[in-house]
């Protein structure tokens, strides 16, 4: 393999070399009944984003899928997707790259003034309304891979192009685990994690939803993963699932 991916962590690992998708494979697992497994990948040959994009994952990266069924309402699974925002940034911190999150779930690293993506997450999840089944939280991280091989509209970059060296990725993976674990078992730590690390706080932000545009300063964030902003008009908080685009203006 290219990866030898011996984690100390409360989850089976399953490794490829190459796989389509990590997420579809972490839901297939899912249906046949697994849990607390995680699929990992040193290339996709079919990665997704959310509402259907496409996901560069050349080999060199870090694709994994994190498989567990909390005994959560459907409503409460947003804040996995924070917690995996949160382990990814203090994993990359960690490696020496000064990461921080974009509301909702980007991983984003300033270079020379301007911000790169450097982590994408895409949680997925089914159940009933009041406990879900089963949660996929997909993390993606440009670990050792050249920026100019990702598609550029994004303004990716790499922990290795941060760097200027390749970064050890079983032992990103195994911090990143780690915290993920931590932070599933007392999701009200998740958010004081996530302030910390926050760029879009403070920040005057413009939301597309659905229902509208909300504008104003990004004010807080609020269980499971409402993004609260002061508006004219007062406060509105914005749902992960509803925001098409957040642009900082
Ligand atoms: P997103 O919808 O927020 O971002 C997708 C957008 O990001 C794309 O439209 C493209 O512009 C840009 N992009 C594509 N590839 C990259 C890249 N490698 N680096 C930076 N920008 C890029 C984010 O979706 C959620 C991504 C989750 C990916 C993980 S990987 C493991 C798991 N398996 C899988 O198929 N998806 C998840």
Redesign the pocket.
Known sequence: PAVEYGLDAPFDVEYHDSIP????RARDLAAEGASDVVVLADE?T??????D?????PSG?I???LLFRPDVPMAHAPVYTLAAAVAATRAAREAGVEAGIKWP??VLVDVDGEER?LV???TEMEGEADRVSWVVV???V?AN?DPES??S??N?TSLEAVRGAPVDRRLFTQRLVETFDTLRQSPDSVLDAWREYATTLGRDVRVETPRGVVEGEAVDVEFPGRLVVRTDDGRETVSAGDCEHLRRV
């Open positions: 998708s990590t997420n579809a996709q079919g990665g997704r984003g959310r509402l994009r496409d996901w560069a994952s990266g694709w994994l899928s779930n980007d993506k994408g997450i895409l997909g993390i993606g440009n891979v990702l598609p509209e994004a990716p």
